[in-house]
């Protein structure tokens, strides 16, 4: 049932990473 939920998150969580990799260069 939360699956779909986590996998949201976890993309939008490594996203977020992303950008504060690229904000951080």
Known sequence: IV???VRR???VR???TMIV???QR
């Open 3 to 5: 699956t779909w939920n």
């Open 21 to 23: 990799i690229e904000g």
């Open 14 to 16: 490594s996203t977020l």
């Open 9 to 11: 998150l976890d993309k």
